[in-house]
């Protein structure tokens, strides 16, 4: 699933490509009346985005796994089958096409769909003494599932939740009750720390501040570059999310 910077980048392009302009053609047939709408906003909530329009519509998307938004001029031939695309807007000189995103819907109420949301990681309005509430009103979660919650902060995915736990030394089963407020807050802030570095380039370019690319996600079985024990890996949550931690630095 695309994480927080990765929609960040995606809604830096579609501003530059749909802001401010004129919609001429809008499809399928449910997006008809974004036909003749100005583009007033286009902003990433969390993993969530939106492109909001003057008639007070809102087209809300959610890539999920596969989705994807391309721009390219008009008169230039999709980067993807026809039979996944979900959503067409067309100006008098771009296309924004969104392609295999599961939820695309046209809006009007936002508090409905991303109301239960947390603070935006990436916000530079983000407040952590709100996520640290938040997070203790979870109770006794291991702290690899609390920072995965989108409702305690927005933005968060299994990158940055696994390479944050590594960096703090923290075992992802850890109860969030046996953490300090203050390393819960530091946890949510070396995620938040390496996803704001990682705004300007490709996902398959990340790199963390202090180490350059990933210690742990995706290297099950390979050695720990802090101590040379070899990463595991197991499901976590209810949602089965793929956890990576050092057995010894993260005991």
């Known amino acids: 699933m ?17 802001q401010g302009k004129r919609v001429i053609s809008a499809r399928p047939d449910s997006l008809k009346r974004l036909a003749g709408t100005t583009v007033n906003e286009v902003k990433p909530v969390g993993k969530h985005l939106m492109i909001r ?13 596969r989705g994807v938004w391309q721009v390219y001029p008009r ?15 067309e100006t008098e000189d771009t296309i924004a096409a969104c392609f295999a995103a599961p939820v695309v819907e046209l809006i ?31 109770g006794e979660r291991p702290i690899g599932e609390l920072l995965l919650d989108q409702r305690v902060s927005a933005g968060i995915g299994n990158v940055y ?9 923290v075992n992802p089963w850890t109860p969030a009750t046996d953490l300090s407020d203050s390393e819960i807050a530091e946890l949510f802030e070396v995620a938040r720390r390496a996803m704001r570095a990682n705004l300007g380039g ?9 180490y350059g690319r990933g210690a742990v ?12 024990t070899l990463i595991r890996v197991r499901a976590q949550g209810e949602l089965a999310r793929t956890a990576y931690w050092c057995p010894a630095c993260q005991a």
């Open 161 to 169: 939740r696994c390479e944050a736990l590594w960096q703090r030394m």
């Open 217 to 228: 996600h995706g290297r099950a079985g390979r050695p720990c570059p802090r101590c040379g």
């Open 75 to 89: 008169g230039q031939q999709a980067r993807r089958p026809q039979w996944q695309l979900k959503a067409v807007l």
């Open 53 to 65: 329009f003057d008639n007070g519509l809102a087209l809300h998307t959610h890539m999920r796994m």
């Open 2 to 18: 695309p994480e927080g910077d990765t929609i960040f980048r995606t809604a830096d392009r579609l501003r530059a490509a749909l």
């Open 202 to 210: 490709p996902d398959s370019r990340r790199r963390f501040p202090g």
């Open 108 to 138: 009007r109420d936002e508090s409905l769909h991303v109301g239960h949301l947390g603070p935006d990681i990436l916000s530079d309005a983000w407040n952590v003494d709100e996520v640290v509430k938040r997070a203790r009103l979870s």
